[in-house]
């Protein structure tokens, strides 16, 4: 079965010289009443993705390295709507819009 909901607000945390060394980085996901989703944790490239989860609270924790950063951050900052999926069988998570119009571009002054 594939969950969804969809993201309203988003909170960063980047971290330099980690302790755990994986991992540099949260985008911390909320939902329109700033309810708290879960989070996109940011992995260094070239290691391993830890699984994609559902905590029994309903909180997800979806994982991308480090390379998806700028395409995840650049998505949650122009794209609406944009939802968090997760599937609780597959376990693969992910960040999607909205349906859009074909060669919509963008707006230019």
């Known amino acids: 079965m594939v ?5 309203d607000d988003y909170s960063t945390l980047i971290i330099s010289n ?6 540099i980085g949260f985008i911390y996901l909320y939902d329109t009443n700033s309810k708290y989703l879960g989070y996109f944790g940011i992995i260094k490239d070239g290691e391993t993705l830890p699984q994609n989860i559902q905590h029994s609270n ?9 390379a998806e950063l700028l395409s995840i951050l650049d998505t949650l900052r122009n794209e609406n709507p944009v939802y968090v999926k997760f599937n609780t069988t597959l376990k693969w998570g992910s960040l999607s819009t909205g349906k859009e119009p074909v060669g919509e571009g963008e707006l230019t002054p």
Do not use: M, P
């Open 3 to 7: 969950i969804s909901h969809k993201i």
């Open 18 to 23: 980690y302790s755990g060394g994986k991992q």
């Open 58 to 66: 309903k909180i997800l924790n979806i994982y991308f390295h480090e």
